[in-house]
């Protein structure tokens, strides 16, 4: 089983090398969008450092919606999925290593990104800490919800689109607690509460995000 | 070893086949024949599971291969290469055909890979990225699994000749043969004529079924 697993997630890490164009625009957008808001909002140094964590997170978790599709695509189009629907093993364990892959190539990244777009408002060094923290668990969590909605709507035409409607809603209490883990570290109540809760829901998503995700797959490789 | 019972299958409004009742055992060439649009890869991904049968059901060693306890079992003695060859074209032969090995759960060594590679003929483009290989090469590349498969009891193979060349397609048919003398079962679908000694070879004609029978 660990084989597998390890398996899957080597050869989507390798992928995702290979195809390092996909990663690298996932991050020049979250770069792009963070940098713009300094540049709209002014230089007012105190409203920036309050609105830093809602948009930092704002944008990752944009950037990471727009990965979401080749979590599955190009595997639906070439038939590996189907070798995967066959394994011999969950096809849940095979979309947790394809989640945990996604999650390196975005999640990680961004969350080792945001330290440095978070110099661009001022935020302290200790709320960068919290703001990390809470991306670094949160981030997890972005990657089992969009494969569970990448899953849902595979081979649909507006995949996109109809994905990114499904996830907001699941998206709001990660954003919610994530940013306002900061903006309680901020305002002194510590950004413990915060964090637990995300680390709860992380707990919560890891089992049944890839058991929803691999019965959806079932679906999309039975009407192909 | 397999056998189906009552299956049907419909596409939209349109019933492909219905009431089929097959049996394969161990040593048999079973052909499913039939024009375009027939059913014939709907009738192979019913068997390996991929597709659910719109009525009736498909049994692995007696146990249907629905419940999820039967499935992996099944999936363990059973090899499957669809139509799509599933290579990315960023890999090379190699790391497609390791990435495939495990996939389904067989030991990715890289010697048997490489023997596999070197008896379809494709050592010497082993290190190339797929995206340059023909559609034949390409077809090889997944054919390939066949080797590393030998112990796999059950083989469907959809359209397993397309794109090969005249002596790839005699060493497939090569193997499919040795897979059967050795025990195993082969449900396959082509086009043309096997070369395979006709009395091993069971056909399933979807065109012509009268109530489930192939006549």
Redesign the interface.
């Known amino acids: 089983m660990l ?2 697993f390890a ?2 997630l080597a ?1 989507d890490l ?2 995702a090398l ?2 390092r164009g996909d990663v690298l625009n996932t991050l020049a957008f979250f770069v792009m969008v963070t940098s713009l808001f300094p540049l709209g909002v002014g230089a007012d140094s105190k409203l920036l450092a309050a609105i830093a964590p809602g948009i930092l997170w704002v944008a990752a978790l944009l950037a990471a919606m727009l990965s979401f599709a080749r979590l599955f695509d ?1 595997d639906y189009a ?3 999925l ?9 096809l849940a364990l ?1 979309v947790l290593a394809k989640a945990a892959a996604h999650w390196v190539t975005t999640g990680l990244l961004l969350s080792l990104l945001a330290p440095v777009m978070g110099l661009q408002f001022g935020l302290t060094g200790a709320l960068t800490g919290t703001l990390c923290l809470s991306l670094l668990l949160g981030t997890p969590l972005l990657s089992l919800l969009g494969a569970v909605a990448a899953a849902l709507t595979l081979g649909l035409r507006g995949a996109g689109v109809l994905s990114a409607l499904l996830l907001m809603p699941l998206f709001v209490p990660v954003l919610i607690f994530g940013s306002g883990a900061v903006a309680a570290a901020d305002s002194g109540t510590g950004a413990q509460s915060h964090l637990l809760l995300l680390g709860g829901l992380l707990m919560l998503a890891l089992p049944l995000a890839p058991l929803a995700a691999s019965a959806a797959l079932r679906l999309a ?2 009407s ?1 | 070893m397999l056998e189906t019972l009552g299956v049907a299958c419909s596409r939209g409004d349109r019933t492909l086949f219905s009431q089929l009742d097959l049996s394969l055992g161990g040593g048999r060439l079973l052909r499913v024949m039939g024009a375009n649009g027939s059913g014939k890869t709907s009738l192979l991904r019913i068997l ?5 049968p719109n009525a009736g059901e498909v049994r692995w060693r007696g146990a249907p291969i629905a419940s999820s306890e039967a499935r ?2 099944f ?2 003695e ?1 090899l ?1 290469i ?7 074209d ?2 090379s032969a190699m ?1 497609n055909l390791a ?2 090995a ?4 067989m030991a ?1 060594d890289p010697m048997p890979l490489r023997r596999a590679l070197e008896r379809m003929e494709l050592a010497h483009i082993a290190g190339l990225p797929a995206r340059h290989l023909s559609q034949g090469q390409k077809r090889r590349v997944a054919l390939a699994r066949l080797l590393l498969a030998a112990d796999r009891p059950l083989w469907i193979l959809d359209e397993p000749f397309n794109a090969l060349d005249a002596k790839a397609v005699a060493l497939v048919e090569q193997v499919l043969a040795a897979h059967a003398a050795a025990g195993g079962a082969v449900v396959f679908t082509t086009h043309f004529e096997p070369a395979i000694p006709a009395a091993r070879i069971d056909r399933l004609d979807l065109d012509r079924m009268q109530d489930g029978q192939p006549c």
């Open positions: 084989s597998l398996g899957v050869r390798r992928l290979r195809r190009s070439d038939g590996t189907e070798q995967m629907a066959l394994a011999a093993e969950p095979i490789v039975d192909a | 390996c599971g991929l597709r659910a992996e079992g999936h363990r059973l499957y669809g139509h799509l060859n599933g290579l990315k960023e890999f790391e990435a495939s495990v996939l389904a759960g990715s």
